[in-house]
C-alpha cells in the first residue's frame, strides 16, 4: 500500500538485556494503515527471531488507536524481560500516532 504509515516506538530496555548492549534503545516499528488505524506489520529490535515473530503476532490486524488493548495483549501474553520496555515503546508509538493523524 502506497498510502500506509510508519512509526516507531522506543525505550529503554533493561541494562542486562541484550537489546541495549546490541541496540541501546527498544525500538518497534509499526506499518499502519492509516484509514482503519489497523496495524500491518511490526518489528522490533529484539535479538532473537522467534521474540520478533511473538511480538509481530501480538499486534498485527490490531488498532494502534486502542493502546490500552495492546497493552493487555502484552501483559497477558508477553513475559520477557522487555516487557516493561515493550508497553513504553507501543505507548510511544500510539503517541506518536495520534499526532500525525491529528495533521
Known sequence: MSDTIYLTGEAKAPSNNPITSQFGLFYV???IEPDTHR???VDCTATLALTRNFIRSL????DITDPGRLIERIQRRYHGSSQKALITAV???A???REVAAQ
Open 39 to 41: 496495524i500491518l506489520d
Open 59 to 62: 499486534f498485527v490486524d490490531a
Open 95 to 97: 503517541k506518536k500516532y
Open 29 to 31: 516499528a509499526f506499518e
Open 91 to 93: 505507548n510511544n508509538a
